[in-house]
């Protein structure tokens, strides 16, 4: 059915008598009659997580996405209408693979196609437009393209191929595993082509190039890494204007990266397999035929190149004798080169399209600071920790060897590495010729703030630009906006981002320097919703939750970090395997998209029942990490390095236990399965009641243990205290705070939880406390011992004693970054009141320390902003509310009998349930903040 419209029109509109209107300064209490033109069309229409007009798209059903235009007249919709055509021009003549029709609906975003499912390499365009009060319906929004990847296995006419010497029959040594690979394959082009696509994975990374040009400056690490045993993922790149009449010859390189290196401490198993390339190339002729080039044994291979070896962890060796001008042209000779071998494809390890963004070089450091330089060796400071690797150009002398290595801090002036324990994150070039080389490393990252180069032309003096700091993370869209008037606190803010960009690296990192750099479950766990006010990583995290459930086995365990390297710790840990319902529950909660809940649903049930498994009578006893690195740890054992924290393990199991049933049992609700509801809310009730029998007294003692903050934390955030001992158990917290000097003692779990639970309890006093404080445990100590990004410990460094005797010193794993969720929660008080923001509380928690804030977060609806000032306790707040929702402002701190809001002052002002608009905002805050 289509419904035909007219693009203009003109009708009037009755302005509700809404006490607070939209924007204007005008007394919107007295109905208006306004003349107005036709609703914009929806804009920002965006497919799956997020992805404008994506190429090579993995889903068949796709969820379609769009906004209201912020200037639009439309400020709720009431129902929409999605189409799909092969072309755009189909659109006219309503030749459409799919119509919704008019759905009466509030909904803009997740919402799914209908039609028969897409294939791989289609593409289509698609249109939406909606309809708002009074019925008006808007224009037809510009159609949006997207083109689908190879979906299936058997779309591969191409082989995995490799260099013959590296078949695992041949026993190849650990050199030859990991020596790069180089293939070239020319082909020849006799028709005008109308389009050509490149698909390509690999197991390990690929480089790929056409015509003596890198296929992409920007990706780097491709494809990325999720468990190879079951899924690798391809990408597809745009070939059409690459490719020429004539001879053409495609080329890649490859190394063995996650798919083949070492992980932890695997020294004897470094390199354990050969890196596998699988490429196919489909140009499509004028004429409508198809050519494919897929990978197999008429490509050449050769391990005679210039990048001797890559490492993950320790660095890439490139020796310029071995540079093979030309490899990527045609007119390269390549008779020494190899036949390449060729593998099929296995049944049970699907390709798929790569379904987040790949790494990709984002932004380019400058050095800061020639920090010293003795004979040939010069130390550079980039003022930032980050993530990448350096571009160096420096004078070198023909068979001296340059060495790079990497450096997170300096220890009393000296470049130190012992926090990177066992990797050796260093790059070497041996140069052949005297003069200025330019090399960057390919194969290999690492995670510093100073490089120490060695070996180049002393003759020379080194400068600034002999280095640049390439910074590459999973590429998204960032968008931390958080400011206050607090210089300490917007650094912590730009530490916490620098933190999530360096350990966004394809999947969630702990730390990005180290011989670890794994996916960590825990750190994965508290992070995941701070990131999403900070970044566009809805599709990051989606993506990984597929790992997740991947590695999840049979019983519903799921590994430490994900993807899974068997190594010596086998047993998963309560707070850590909870990633399982954690993130699904906090993603949809964000986002509103039912689907992340409908794809894990079954993880979150197959980790509850692992719980159950775990318990005893409902006490959990599941090995635990406890509440990692929680400061001062007491009552040490022999060899015990306190590093688990004080919290009774089984107590921390219990409540991860009751709070992955209560998230199953909320998600059971959303898809409506009632009858697992009702079991889960069963099952909680037991677990809550064993809580508080098993560990606690009738005043919250506990029976046996040390108190900590984070048992009362999880007690409260959980809600796992019968409703009449809140009180009690609030302030048992306020004690141990108070006890310790107004200090946090919290760990990994407790941190998060901190902030949630005392706004909650009206104590946002007690955070601010802790967040201004200057002494360790504290944000500000990393930040007065010079961190640029968060660290592990709260102690990892200082610039008095240098690196923690302890060991375990990153200075970049994000965990303690979880405080950035309160920048908007708190300060700023952006709050979904309903899954995706449909409805929002803006709640801002003003303190003495601060005088201002502002900041935006951008819903699914659009972007909600709020800036507040409260300089002599006079409240000048200004609140964006997004097309689409409704806003609830709380301030409870504020006298409203001096409150203005649009200039009205009004005795019975009411702000819940306001309209989208801006608001400007004018009150009196009732005495000390306090
Ligand atoms: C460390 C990791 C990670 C933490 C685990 C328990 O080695 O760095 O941050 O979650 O151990």
């Known amino acids: 059915m289509l419904i035909k419209t007219k693009s203009i029109k003109k009708y009037s509109v009755l302005l509700s008598a809404l006490m607070l209107s939209a924007c204007t300064e005008s007394k919107p209490t007295v109905p208006q009659v306004i003349e107005s033109t036709a609703q914009m069309a929806p804009v920002e229409l965006t497919i799956g997580e997020g992805f404008n007009e994506p190429l090579g798209y993995y889903e068949s059903q796709p969820r379609f996405s769009w906004k209201i235009a912020k200037n639009s007249d439309l400020n709720t919709q009431t129902a929409y209408q999605i189409q799909v055509a092969e072309q755009a021009e189909f659109f006219e003549n309503n030749e459409l693979l799919w119509d919704s029709d008019k759905v009466l609906s509030d909904d803009t975003s997740w919402i799914q ?149 070492r992980a932890f401490d695997q020294h004897e198993q470094d390199h354990r397999k050969p890196a596998r390339l699988l490429a196919q190339l489909e140009v499509t002729y004028a004429d409508g035929n198809t050519q494919i080039i897929p990978s197999d044994t008429s490509w050449s291979v050769t391990q005679n190149g210039p990048i001797r070896f890559a490492s993950i962890y320790d660095g890439e060796r490139y020796q310029q004798s071995m540079e093979m001008p030309g490899w990527t042209t045609t007119n390269f000779e390549d008779k020494s080169w190899k036949t390449a071998i060729a593998e099929p494809l296995e049944q049970n390890v699907k390709i798929v399209p790569k379904r987040h963004a790949p790494i990709r070089i984002t932004e380019q450091l400058p050095v ?9 060796v010069a130390i550079f400071d980039f003022g930032q920790n980050m993530v990448g690797v350096p571009k160096i150009k420096i004078p070198v002398i023909a068979g001296k060897k340059v060495k790079i290595r990497f450096a997170e801090a300096l220890h009393k002036g000296e470049f130190y590495t012992d926090n990177y324990r066992s990797a050796e994150s260093t790059d070497y070039y041996l140069p052949n010729k005297t003069g200025e080389i330019e090399y960057q490393p390919t194969y290999t990252y690492h995670g510093y703030r100073y490089i120490e180069i060695s070996g180049f032309d002393e003759n020379k003096q080194p400068e600034k630009s002999w280095a640049t700091a390439m910074v590459q993370h999973s590429d998204m869209a960032l968008h931390a906006s958080f400011e206050s008037s607090h210089d300490k606190l917007n ?31 825990g750190d994965a766990q508290v992070f995941a919703t701070p990131s999403m006010y900070m970044g566009d990583v809805y599709a990051f995290w989606s993506a990984w939750l597929q790992s997740v459930r991947e590695e999840q086995n049979s019983e519903g365990k799921v590994p430490l970090y994900i993807p899974f390297i068997d190594w010596k710790i ?50 959990s006893n599941m090995m635990t990490f406890g509440d990692w690195l929680q400061p001062y740890p007491t009552n040490l054992k022999d060899g015990d390095n306190g590093n688990r924290g004080n919290t009774d393990f089984n107590l921390i199991g219990t409540a991860y236990f009751a709070h992955s049933v209560e998230l199953t049992k909320q998600a059971a609700q959303v898809l409506n399965k009632p009858q697992d509801h009702k079991e889960l809310s069963l099952l909680h009730d037991k677990i809550k009641q064993a809580f508080n029998q098993h560990f606690f ?4 003692n506990l029976k046996q243990g040390v108190e900590t903050q984070t048992t009362y934390l999880l007690g409260l955030a959980y809600n796992l205290f ?18 310790a000097d107004s200090h946090l003692r919290t760990g990994f779990l407790g941190t998060p939880l901190l902030t949630q639970v005392l706004q909650d309890v009206g104590r946002s006093d007690v955070i601010y406390d802790l967040l201004f404080k200057e002494t360790y445990p504290s944000w500000f100590y990393s930040i007065n011992n010079g961190a640029t990004t968060t660290w592990e410990r709260w102690n990892s460094y200082s610039i008095e004693d240098g690196f923690n005797p302890q060991g375990m010193n990153s200075l970049n794993h994000y965990a303690y970054g979880t405080i950035s969720r309160w920048f908007y929660e708190g300060i700023l008080g952006i709050k979904p009141a309903k899954p995706g923001f449909k409805e929002i509380n803006i709640e801002p928690q003003f303190g003495d320390q601060l005088t201002q804030a502002n900041g935006s977060y ?73």
């Not at 020319?186 to 990374?205: E, M, N, Q």
């Not at 800061?368 to 040939?376: L, S, W, Y």
């Not at 009004?906 to 009150?923: A, C, F, K, V, W």
């Open 113 to 261: 196609y209908q039609g028969t499912p897409l294939s791989s390499r289609q593409k289509v365009y698609w249109r939406v437009r909606n309809w708002g009060k009074n019925d008006l319906i808007s224009d037809w929004s510009e159609p949006k393209a997207f083109e689908l990847g190879l979906l299936n296995n058997n779309d591969w006419q191409a082989q995995w191929i490799g260099h013959p010497d590296t078949q695992l029959d041949k026993t190849p040594s650990q050199a030859l595993l990991a020596t790069p690979q180089y293939f070239r394959k020319t082909f020849s082009v006799k028709k005008d082509i109308i389009k050509a696509r490149l698909y390509i994975s690999a197991k390990g990374l690929f480089k790929p190039f056409i015509n003596n040009a890198a296929v992409s400056n920007e990706d780097v690490m491709t494809p990325g890494w999720t468990p190879y045993a079951q899924r690798i993922e391809s990408l597809t790149y745009d070939l059409t204007n690459h490719i020429k009449p004539g001879e053409n010859v495609i080329a890649a390189s490859l190394a063995g990266g996650w798919y083949a290196g």
């Open 570 to 619: 086998k047993w998963t840990s309560s707070g850590w395997g909870d990633v399982a319902t954690i993130i699904p529950w906090e993603l949809y909660t964000i986002t509103g998209d039912k689907t992340i809940l409908a794809d894990n649903y079954d993880m979150m049930q197959g980790w509850v029942n692992y719980h159950q498994k775990k318990s005893d009578k409902f006490i």
């Open 858 to 930: 951008t819903t699914p609806q659009g972007e909600v902003s709020v800036s507040w000032n409260t300089k002599g306790n006079q409240l000048v707040m200004d609140v964006v509310v997004p097309k689409n929702t409704v806003a609830n402002i709380i301030l409870p701190t504020v006298d409203v009998t001096k409150l203005s809001v649009n200039g009205d002052i009004s005795t019975d002002m009411n702000l819940s349930n306001i309209q989208p608009g801006e608001y400007h905002i004018r009150g009196n805050i009732k005495g000390n903040l306090k």
């Open 368 to 376: 800061k600071e020639i920090v010293g330089v003795k004979g040939d």
């Open 722 to 739: 019968p409703q009449n001992k809140r009180d009690l158990a609030v302030d048992k917290l306020l004690a141990l705070i108070e006890e």
């Open 491 to 521: 650094k912590l803010s730009s530490n916490i981002v620098w933190g999530m960009r360096s350990n966004f690296y394809d999947i969630p990192l702990d730390c990005p320097q180290r011989d670890e750099r794994l996916g960590w479950t």
């Open 697 to 700: 007294d009738e005043q919250l």
